[in-house]
């Protein structure tokens, strides 16, 4: 009698990326602060009280939908268009004087192996000056999708499915790099892979445990360390040399 098969491996590794997702603010550029900063003031100037860590815990990676919506709902006020018009002027002439791309991203993008594109909750003005401004545009192009395009916002998985379908990607193909809460549900309810970059500025000081939710993601600091976690996406010496001659 033969014998029977061994029982498959139930913990299989994830398959090698196809394509990876980067959240904007907090993961390309170094935005959430300041962002936190210009909106704590604006509450301010209506008699609405918050601090850093409630914007943290209430307003990090949500659209603006959800943002007033919270604000409303917590405080009793609803930004207006009036309100919400200043607010992003303000933060638009921050991010003018104040913005910088995260340490290490600019060198780390031409060394991907695989397709690439940007998801945020941002606005679409928001985000393309932004990525002007920080000199990150030229690696994305067109390949900027933002909350605009879909019906729900972080934590739905909306964006992200929208951003691997114009992409030609299946989901589970796509590894997404967030800071946010909202974000990694995001990504876990799309059926993604996720990492959580932590080297943002509005990240420091958390613990281990905070960062990882509990042991629910993996993180990572510095994008020094990107390839080391993955190792596949990284295209190779002899690649790169060929296209800057081709150029």
């Excluded at 997702?21 to 301010?44: M, Q, T």
């Excluded at 917590?74 to 791309?101: I, M, N, Q, V």
């Excluded at 192996?113 to 920080?134: I, Q, Y």
């Excluded at 958390?206 to 509990?214: F, I």
Aim: proline fraction near 6%.
């Amino acid at each position: 009698m033969a014998r029977d098969e061994p029982e498959r491996d139930k913990t299989l590794t994830p398959p090698t990326p196809e394509l990876i997702i980067f959240d904007c603010d907090g993961v390309l550029i170094d935005s959430e602060v300041i962002s936190a900063r210009v909106l704590i003031d604006a509450l301010v100037s209506v008699g609405v009280h918050v601090d850093t860590a409630h914007v943290q815990t209430h307003f990090l990676g949500r659209s603006w939908a959800k943002v007033a919506a919270e604000i409303r709902h917590s405080h009793g006020y609803l930004p207006g268009t009036d309100f919400e018009e200043k607010y992003r002027s303000e933060l638009l002439a921050r991010f003018e004087r104040e913005l910088s791309p995260t340490p290490g991203i600019k060198a780390l993008l031409p060394r991907l192996a695989v397709k690439s594109c940007v998801a945020t909750s941002s606005s679409p003005k928001r985000a393309t000056r932004s990525l002007e401004l920080s000199g990150l545009d030229r690696f994305f192009g067109a390949r900027v999708f933002t909350a605009s395009e879909v019906e729900r916002g972080k934590p739905a998985p909306d964006l992200f499915l929208h951003a691997a379908r114009k992409m030609q990607v299946d989901p589970a193909a796509c590894l997404v790099i967030e800071d946010s809460l909202p974000g990694i549900d995001a990504a876990f309810n799309a059926g993604m892979q996720v990492l959580r970059f932590t080297g943002g500025s509005h990240l420091s000081g958390m613990s281990d445990e905070a960062l990882t939710l509990g042991g629910r993601v993996k993180c990572f600091d510095k994008w020094d360390h990107f390839f080391a976690m993955m190792p596949d996406l990284e295209t190779s010496a002899e690649r790169r040399s060929d296209e800057r001659m081709e150029k």
